[in-house]
């Protein structure tokens, strides 16, 4: 990742907290399944509020039509949200996106990976020596002026399980937590991700 996106996340660590590494999330590909990845908007986080600059309304409105024709936006109602340990079964089998209630660890951290902003955002996930901690950098020249910075949601290392490679030649990771849930992000910086997670399970291994 470049060193002024780390640098601008980094700004919102307390103080004493190490940072190990940084990388850029995103939303994962749609395919209208019930165990899809996205998260009704009313679940998603209102980040960076005031950060809007001349034009981004117009990018907003191109990355919708975007959005749209790739099957990336959110459709709420469309994705399933459950607890119920038969479902899990079905989904660790066929190899699904999302398992979960949206108040379980993988629906809050579903939920911070796909803020809503009226601003362009870069969503960057950092590991310290503590935390998995979420910060939104304002995706702007960074030539010409400084991004606005929010921090986001963090949690203990240890409530992360285990992380998966979903499938050959994606970058789609699912990410394992402690309560039996799980959800998977694009994470565009594939290789920073594998050394901050060399345990990371393969596609061709099984979700736990």
């Excluded at 936006?73 to 038969?86: E, F, H, I, L, R």
């Excluded at 950098?137 to 203990?156: L, W």
């Excluded at 990410?175 to 060399?198: A, M, R, V």
């Amino acid at each position: 990742m470049q060193p002024d996106l780390i640098t601008s996340a980094s700004s919102t660590l307390p103080m004493g907290e190490q940072l190990i590494g940084a990388f850029e999330v995103c939303r994962a590909m749609s395919d209208l399944r019930e165990d899809d990845a996205d998260v009704p908007p009313d679940r998603r986080p209102k980040v960076l509020a005031g950060s809007a600059l001349p034009g981004d309304k117009r990018r907003g409105f191109f990355s919708f039509l975007f959005e749209s024709a790739t099957l990336t936006d959110p459709k709420p109602g469309s994705v399933k949200a459950t607890g119920d340990p038969a479902a899990r079964a079905k989904r660790q089998k066929k190899n699904g996106r999302f398992f979960g209630t949206w108040d379980s660890l993988a629906g809050q951290w579903l939920a911070a990976g796909q803020p809503q902003s009226d601003t362009g955002v870069i969503t960057v996930l950092m590991l310290t020596d503590c935390r998995l901690r979420f910060a939104y950098i304002q995706n702007v020249h960074r030539s010409q002026t400084a991004p606005d910075v929010e921090a986001g949601v963090c949690f203990p290392r240890a409530a992360l399980a285990w992380t998966r490679r979903r499938s050959s030649g994606q970058k789609e990771f699912q990410f394992g937590f402690t309560d039996g849930s799980w959800g998977t992000l694009l994470i565009p910086q594939e290789k920073e991700f594998l050394t901050l997670f060399p345990g990371t399970f393969t596609h061709k291994e099984r979700i736990p």
